[in-house]
C-alpha cells in the first residue's frame, strides 16, 4: 500500500464520517408479544341449562313465597265478603235458611213415600253343582245312600229333592245327585269328603258339572 499523507488521511476520514451519517438506520425488529392463551369457559352442566330455561328456585327471593299463598288464600276464600253491608249479609243467611228448609221438607216427604234411599243389597253368589256317587256293588241300594248323603248340613248348602240313577257298566248304577251353595260359604271339599267317608258304599264321587246361578 503507498503511503498517504496526512492531508490525505483527514480527507478519507471525514469522507468515512460523512458516508456513515447519510446512511439510514435499520431499527432491530421488535419482538412480537406472546398472545396468552385464553382459558376455555368451564362446561355448563345439566343443572345450569335447566336454570338457564326455568329459572334458578333457590335464587328466589324468601318473600314472594308468602306472597304467592296469599295468592292461592283469595282464589279459594269464600268466606263473607268484607265489603257485604249488614242487609247483604241478613239476606244471605236468610236465603240459606230457606233452602236448609226446603231440603229437610223434600226429604220428609220422600220419606213418606218410601223414597228414602236404601243400601243396595249385596250380591249373594250361588252356585249349582252336579254331583256323582258311584258304589262298589251293583246290588248297592243307591236310594238309602242318598239319604245317608242329605244327613250332611252346612250353612249356605241346600240339597236337592231328587236323584236319578244312570248306567255305568257290568249292571252296577251311578247315582246322580243336585246341590246349591253359597260360594262364599261353602267348600266343595267338604261335601265330597263327607260322601267319600261311605266308604262302605261309595266307591267313588265326581263333580259332574258346576254352574252359577
Not at 6 to 32: C, G, M, N, Q, W
Not at 165 to 186: F, M, N, Q, R
Amino acid at each position: 500500500m503507498a503511503d498517504l499523507s496526512f492531508d490525505e488521511l483527514s480527507v478519507a476520514l471525514r469522507y468515512a464520517i460523512a458516508a456513515a451519517s447519510a446512511a439510514p438506520v435499520v431499527a432491530a425488529p421488535a419482538k412480537k408479544e406472546e398472545k396468552k392463551a385464553t382459558p376455555a369457559p368451564a362446561p355448563k352442566k345439566a343443572d345450569d341449562d335447566f336454570d338457564d330455561l326455568f329459572g334458578d328456585e333457590e335464587e328466589q327471593p324468601a318473600k314472594e313465597q308468602p306472597a304467592k299463598a296469599a295468592a292461592t288464600n283469595d282464589i279459594f276464600d269464600y268466606g263473607e265478603d268484607d265489603n257485604e253491608t249488614e242487609e247483604e249479609k241478613a239476606a244471605n243467611k236468610a236465603r240459606q235458611a230457606r233452602i236448609a228448609h226446603a231440603l229437610k221438607l223434600k226429604e220428609e216427604k220422600d220419606a213418606k213415600e218410601g223414597k228414602v234411599k236404601k243400601e243396595k243389597a249385596k250380591v249373594v253368589e250361588k252356585s249349582l253343582v252336579v254331583l256323582e256317587v258311584k258304589p262298589w256293588e251293583a246290588d248297592t241300594d243307591l236310594e238309602m245312600v242318598w239319604r245317608e248323603i242329605l244327613k250332611y248340613e252346612q250353612e249356605g248348602l241346600a240339597w236337592g229333592e231328587t236323584f236319578k240313577l244312570e248306567p255305568v257298566a257290568y249292571g252296577i248304577k251311578k247315582l246322580v245327585l243336585t246341590c246349591t251353595i253359597v260360594d262364599s260359604l261353602v267348600v266343595l271339599d267338604d261335601i265330597t269328603e263327607n260322601i267319600e267317608a261311605l266308604d262302605q258304599w261309595v266307591q267313588s264321587v265326581n263333580i259332574a258339572a258346576m254352574n252359577k246361578i
